[in-house]
């Protein structure tokens, strides 16, 4: 794949996601950031800690809070099965109850395409029951040069296949695009720094969203080079 076709793609996805007429869906400017350290136990297995913070333009600052860690375990060359827990938080003007969340995820590493396929299970102090979310996500790595600097493509889905009392609605929630560059700041740390384009469908009369963010991901890597990971931590 050429690097115009490669563009093309992307724009082609966010230009999917804006097809909703403006006056339909209100927009928001964001700025996420990210912070991962992969500390290795042995050669096939890791745990990575995390930590995300989000700021809102329409909420006023910071919106959302996580902080976390997953266990990675390599079952096969260029394959890793993770679980994990993360704390969820939120601020100003998001007036979501905090939450806790379990999720398992498989992680693929083939080439210059990447795929992560994730479950995750929230608990919420409104209710007993359990909202389950089904990520997957697709990405695309496009080397510049050979210090390690890439430009990436990705897309990811949220499917929600249960409803709770509390909140949670059926069905097709959002997507997330992704374009940006992978660049290199020392042998064993890089940054991700991307334009994110989040689309929210509107659904039971509730209004469309679109966020714009600067999404800016810092990941340490404690242990020996590995392939490249996808958004461990989002």
């Known amino acids: 794949m050429r690097l115009p076709e490669l563009l093309a793609g992307a724009a082609s996805l966010v230009a999917l996601a804006m097809t909703v007429p403006a006056h339909a869906q209100q927009e928001d400017e964001q700025l996420w950031l990210q912070a991962n350290v992969h500390v290795p136990l042995d050669d096939n297995t890791r745990v990575t800690l995390e930590q995300i913070t989000r700021f809102s333009d329409r909420m006023d600052g910071v919106y959302t809070t996580e902080y976390g860690a997953l266990f990675g375990q390599k079952v096969t060359k260029g394959l890793e099965f993770g679980f994990g827990y993360r704390h969820v938080s939120f601020y100003n003007g998001n007036r979501n109850r905090d939450e806790d969340r379990f999720r398992q995820q498989l992680v693929g590493n083939y080439g210059r395409f990447s795929f ?3 479950l ?3 608990f919420h102090p409104e209710g007993d029951e359990i909202g389950f979310r089904i990520r997957p996500l697709v990405r695309y790595n496009l080397p510049v040069n050979k210090k390690g600097l890439a430009l990436f493509v990705s897309h990811e889905s949220f499917y929600l296949p249960n409803a709770t009392r509390w909140g949670q609605k059926r069905g097709y929630e959002r997507m997330r695009n992704l374009v ?4 290199p700041i020392s042998a064993k740390t890089s940054a991700d720094i991307a ?4 689309y929210r469908l509107g659904r039971d009369g509730a209004r469309a969203q679109m966020d714009h963010a600067l999404s800016v991901q810092l990941t340490i890597n404690l242990g020996a080079k590995r392939k490249r990971d996808i958004h461990p931590g989002d």
């Open 120 to 122: 995750d299970e929230r």
């Open 180 to 183: 940006g560059f992978v660049v």
């Open 195 to 198: 334009y994110l384009n989040q």
């Open 116 to 118: 992560r396929l994730r």
